[in-house]
Nanobody, 122 residues
């Protein structure tokens, strides 16, 4: 079983940068695809980015491409999301999740963290 704990969220102004982290426990971290999703109030949970276990392949939502960077440190069992040029529409609870296959749909991920709030003021 894998347990995920996000951290690093907060309140920032538009244009600022923020890095959120996800610490994973469990021996399967390094063999799983890791992903970031987000959910704004009244909206469905949406895909942000994912990364394969080797880090060699990444996938991004069009809305964050060029601004966000996903990375992982398998030695530390930690996933990161570096967010630059933040916009008010990036405001959401950010969740990390893990999957054997990956993809853009939440249903493809079987373990989830509790989420961390990111708020971007205009």
């Amino acid at each position: 079983q894998v347990q995920l704990v996000e951290s690093g969220g907060g309140l920032v102004q538009a244009g600022a940068s923020l890095r959120v982290s996800c610490s994973a426990s469990g021996s399967t971290f390094s063999r799983r695809v890791m992903g970031w999703f987000r959910q704004a109030p009244g909206k469905e949970r949406e895909f942000v980015a994912s990364i394969t276990w080797s880090g060699g392949n990444t996938l991004y939502a069009d809305s964050v491409k060029g601004r966000f960077t996903i990375s992982r440190d398998n030695a530390k069992n930690t996933l990161y999301l570096q967010m630059n040029s933040l916009k008010p529409e990036d405001t959401a609870v950010y969740y990390c999740a893990t999957s054997l296959r990956g993809g853009r749909t939440p249903r493809g991920y079987d373990y989830w963290g509790q989420g961390t709030q990111v708020t971007v003021s205009s």
